[in-house]
């Protein structure tokens, strides 16, 4: 069964930092992988979407890689700001059509 | 407005009333969702829909039904609630990229 793995799950750290976030499935069998934001109580937002022919992704200063071979995603956010306080998910199916698998998800909090 | 909206936002009820959330869309997409969210146990898909004569059970369907009224509308039920159905209900919709949007959850509490 796969399962997502998201590393760390809570960050916190000082404005203006440059982080990764982390996220790995158990069978590197993915299709395609989408990273959400989620504040508390909230939807999810979805931040960016690597297609399946892609690489990475980039919006902002927010920067997504996946490398399929390993079944591993980053999530890359330059320059923090308390903001992007929130939790991060990365989800994806295992082929074209199939059911999004969701991670735990990382709590990051950026402190002023 | 909102491109994805579920009522009601916030629902308290009774163990074995009848509930039902609903979700409407204004994306276009032909495919949606129902997933629950847990402290914990992250988000688990209840139930999917690919077009208006599509429905398939997700991971968690026992005790839920649904129904595609429109390629706008999926309404999820509760045919008998129980505590234990005390979770955050979100609808989802997606086209064919697979990158899926969701609504802003339904907060339901099962006394």
């Known amino acids: 069964k796969q399962e997502v793995t998201q590393i760390p799950a809570a960050l916190s750290v000082p404005e203006g930092e440059n982080l990764v976030l982390n996220c790995s499935f158990t069978d590197s069998a993915i299709y395609n992988l989408q990273w959400f934001r989620q504040d508390p109580g909230k939807g999810l937002t979805s931040l960016l979407l690597?297609?399946?022919?892609?690489r990475e992704q980039t919006s902002g200063r927010l920067n997504a890689s996946l490398d399929k071979s390993s079944g591993r995603s980053t999530l890359y956010i330059a320059a923090s700001q308390p903001g992007d306080s929130a939790t991060y998910l990365c989800a994806g199916p295992r082929n074209q059509g199939g059911k999004l698998i969701f991670g735990q998800g990382t709590e990051l909090s950026v402190k002023p | 407005d909102a491109d994805v909206t579920q009522t009601p936002r916030n629902r308290i009820t009774k163990t074995g009333k009848r509930i039902m959330l609903e979700c409407s869309q204004t994306?276009?997409?032909?495919?949606m969702y129902w997933y629950r969210q847990d402290p914990g146990l992250g988000l688990r898909l209840i139930y999917y829909?690919?077009?208006?004569?599509?429905?398939n059970k997700g991971e968690i369907s026992d005790g839920y039904s649904v129904s595609r009224q429109a390629q706008a509308k999926f309404s999820l039920s509760l045919e008998s609630a129980i505590p234990n159905q005390t979770a955050l209900y979100f609808c989802a919709t997606s086209a064919h990229s697979n990158e899926q949007f969701f609504g802003p959850g339904t907060r339901l509490t099962v006394l």
């Open positions: 994306k276009g997409h032909d495919r």
């Open positions: 690597i297609q399946s022919s892609q």
């Open positions: 829909s690919f077009d208006v004569k599509d429905i």
